[in-house]
Each structure stands twice: as structure tokens, then as C-alpha cells.
């Protein structure tokens, strides 16, 4: 495996990181400061606020999987699925960079999340630890 794309991945997941964080302490000071609208008026801003709450939360889901990603580099496991062990294929890795699942497992993974499931971030009986080689 090229240590020279990792270490590129890492740059691009540290600045995607960074982004998330910025973007979700702005959207929480949003958030924390509609709270103050005085609530008698009817407040027309609730949709709005609720969308924030939303977006909210798709950041924060997005910035764990970014950390996911990360933790993958670190442990020398990026680019392979935490679920089936599988390699994701580089061009999913292109367009998510921070996928650490293939394309078959984050859809599976998706399904069960729609069913009301809420499958905790797999570790699913995939040993990573068992495939780290140290060098
Ligand atoms: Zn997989």
C-alpha cells in the first residue's frame, strides 16, 4: 500500500475535518441563539431551526465517519472494509474519501438504518487489529 496516498488522504480527511468542525460550532451557535427568539411571537424561525437541527446532525455523523477514516489510516486499515475486509475500490475512495466500508456493506449498513435499526458504527466481528501488520 502507497504511503504517499495516505498520507494525502490524511491531509484531505484533516481539512475535511476541520471544515466539519467549523461548520458544526457555527451551526450550534445558530442554533443556541434562536433559542433566544421570544417564543410568544410564534416563532417563524422553528422550521428553520429544525432543518439546523438537522443539518446538525448529518455534520456530526459525517465528521464521525471522517475520525473513522482517520483512525483507518492510523491503524494502517484505510481502504479496506471494516466489515467484510474487503479493499474498497479507489474510485469510491476518491469520491468518499472518508468510506471505510465497500460500496455492498455501507449499503447493507444503510438498509438496517432505514428499518429503524440503528447498527452501532461496525467493528462487526471483523478483527482489524488481527490484519495490522507492523512493519
Ligand atoms: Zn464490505
Known amino acids: 500500500m502507497s504511503t504517499k496516498t495516505d498520507i494525502n488522504e490524511r491531509d484531505q480527511l484533516m481539512r475535511q475535518r476541520s471544515n466539519l ?12 441563539g434562536e433559542v433566544d427568539v421570544d417564543i410568544d411571537e410564534g416563532d417563524p ?4 431551526r429544525e432543518k439546523s437541527a438537522v443539518l446538525l446532525s448529518a455534520l456530526e455523523a459525517r465528521l464521525a465517519s471522517v475520525e473513522d477514516a482517520l483512525r483507518a489510516i492510523d491503524r494502517g486499515t484505510y481502504g479496506t472494509c471494516e466489515r467484510c475486509g474487503k479493499p474498497i475500490p479507489p474510485e469510491r475512495l476518491e469520491v468518499r ?3 471505510t ?15 429503524g435499526m440503528t447498527p ?6 471483523y478483527e482489524l487489529d488481527a490484519e495490522v501488520e507492523e512493519e
Not at 468542525?21 to 443556541?32: A, Y
Not at 424561525?45 to 428553520?48: A, G, I
Not at 466500508?101 to 428499518?115: D, G, H, I, Y
Not at 452501532?120 to 466481528?125: C, D, F, T, V
Open 21 to 32: 468542525l467549523d461548520d458544526i460550532e457555527l451551526l450550534k451557535e445558530t442554533l443556541r
Open 45 to 48: 424561525d422553528v422550521v428553520e
Open 97 to 99: 474519501p472518508d468510506a
Open 101 to 115: 466500508m465497500c460500496v455492498t456493506c455501507q449499503t447493507e449498513f444503510e438498509r438496517l438504518l432505514k428499518r
Open 120 to 125: 452501532p458504527r461496525p467493528r462487526w466481528g
